[in-house]
Structure formats: structure tokens, C-alpha cells
């Protein structure tokens, strides 16, 4: 069983920055795909980035393309998303998402285990 703990999240204007972190319990965490992505209001749950178990392969959604960086420090149980110049429409409730095979998917089914999500409010 893995717990996930996402944070960071809050208010923040157009053009500014934000990093969110994940915290996973567990001691197999390195061995873990991790995922975040976001919803909005009214809208479904969508792919933002994704890490392998190692942290050499990383996958983007085309609309954080350039502005937002996963990474992972599995010493210390924790993946981060570094996001830059965010706009209003990245406004979202942001979760982080394990997933046991080490492999980073875009689809939502394929992951295991959720966080609580996060709070990102971006005002124009």
C-alpha cells in the first residue's frame, strides 16, 4: 500500500510559478511510475506529466509542454512538478499518482494509487 501526500498548491497570478511536491509513504517508492495530473471544474481528469521509476524518461500533456518539469528524489520518497509561467486555464485541482510497474502513463486508469490533490488557482 502506498499513501501519496500532495502540497504547494495556493493562488498565484498569471505568469508566475508554483512547485508542487508528492510524498509517498513506503520503502518501494524508487520502483514506482509517477503521474500527476489535474482537474478542473465540470471537466475530466487529464494527463499533465509523468516519470519512469528511474527518472530518465519524462512525458508531457502538449499544454505544459515548456512550462512545467516533473522530477523525483527517491531518497527522498518525493516527486515533484515545477510549473513556470502558468496561466488561468492551468487552474485545477492537481493530484499525484503511483504506479507499481515503474512505467509513466498518460491514462488515468493505469496508475494505483492517488493522492488527496492540491489546489492551483491562477488569476488573470
Known amino acids: 500500500q502506498v499513501q501519496l501526500v500532495e502540497s504547494g498548491g495556493g493562488l498565484v497570478q498569471a505568469g508566475g510559478s508554483l512547485r508542487l511536491s508528492c510524498v509517498a509513504s513506503g520503502r518501494t517508492f524508487s520502483s514506482y511510475g509517477m503521474g500527476w495530473f489535474r482537474q478542473a471544474p465540470g471537466k475530466e481528469r487529464e494527463f499533465v506529466a509523468a516519470i519512469m521509476w528511474g527518472g530518465g524518461r519524462t512525458y508531457y500533456a502538449d499544454s505544459v509542454k515548456g512550462r512545467f518539469t516533473i522530477s523525483r528524489d527517491n531518497t527522498k520518497n518525493t516527486v515533484y512538478l515545477q510549473m513556470n509561467l502558468l496561466q488561468p486555464g492551468d487552474t485545477a485541482v492537481y493530484y499525484c499518482?503511483?504506479?507499481?510497474?515503474?512505467?509513466?502513463?498518460?491514462?488515468?486508469?493505469?496508475?494505483?494509487?492517488w493522492g488527496q490533490g492540491t489546489q492551483v488557482t491562477v488569476s488573470s
Open positions: 499518482a503511483a504506479e507499481s510497474g515503474g512505467t509513466a502513463y498518460v491514462e488515468p486508469l493505469m496508475y494505483d494509487y
